[in-house]
């Protein structure tokens, strides 16, 4: 159980692109949803914490009009990074709990590359 | 704010134990959890444990937790060649909505 789908695994694009990553819980429903990045052999770097039907909240330095994040649904949650540049390629991992007292189940990640 | 810290590297003989130490500073921390990280994947949660337990076994993984001096640790016993990672600690305060990762372990796996 608690399976996190995320899509697309992989995205190459050219600098300006706007790309759309989706997470998609598969048999709970994420009341809350995080978005995360990764660099090179670091750790995860939080983004934006979303809660279903509310608007995402946003990490100190994150620029909201950048990511954009919207959680419609209790069992989806997309990220959108617009006008993308090749300084936002990285490691992008979604994580998903169902309720304040349930672990974070993760996505596989999607690697972007902005060319 | 809360800062957990890991060894970053750990290097095993396949058949041996393995464990995989963190040190967190908030002592509210309610939620302790071990997660996985194979290369290009996401993150896998092996574990976790709540503050008011000492330790948790499962399989071939035990927690323990000292509270007292704010220390956790994974032990993997007969540890596997597909056991090689990156293995990240984290925590979560009860009141808190995001959980502290530490920068993770990277476990490797020697014959």
């Known amino acids: 159980g608690a399976v996190v789908s995320q899509h697309p695994s992989r995205v190459i694009c050219k600098s300006g692109t706007s790309v759309k990553i989706e997470c998609r819980s598969l048999?709970?429903?994420?009341?809350?949803m995080f978005w995360y990045r990764q660099f090179p052999k670091q750790s995860l770097m939080l983004m934006a914490t979303?809660?279903?039907?509310?608007?995402?909240?946003?990490e100190q330095g994150v620029e909201k009009d950048k990511f954009l994040i919207n959680h419609a649904s209790l069992t989806l949650s997309t990220l959108t990074v617009t006008s993308a540049h090749p300084e936002d390629s990285s490691f992008y991992i979604c994580?998903?709990?169902?309720?304040?007292?349930?672990?974070?189940?993760f996505g596989d990640g999607t690697r972007l590359s902005i060319l | 704010g809360e800062d957990v810290e890991q060894s970053l590297f750990l290097s095993v003989r396949e058949g041996d134990s393995s464990v995989i130490n963190c040190t967190y500073t908030?002592?509210?921390?309610?939620?302790l959890y071990w997660y996985k990280q194979e290369p290009g994947a996401g993150l896998q949660l092996l574990t976790y444990?709540?503050?008011?337990?000492d330790m948790k076994q499962d399989q071939r993984l035990t927690v323990l937790l000292n509270k007292k001096d704010k220390h956790l640790s994974l032990r993997i016993a007969d540890t596997q060649t597909g056991d090689s990672a990156i293995y990240f600690c984290?925590?979560?305060?009860?009141?808190?909505?995001?959980?502290?990762f530490g920068s993770g372990t990277r476990l490797s796996i020697r014959p």
């Open positions: 048999d709970f429903q994420a009341t809350t």
């Open positions: 984290a925590v979560r305060g009860s009141s808190a909505s995001k959980i502290i």
């Open positions: 908030d002592s509210s921390s309610t939620y």
């Open positions: 444990i709540f503050s008011n337990m």
């Open positions: 994580s998903a709990r169902d309720g304040s007292n349930q672990p974070q189940h």
């Open positions: 979303s809660n279903e039907g509310s608007k995402a909240t946003y």
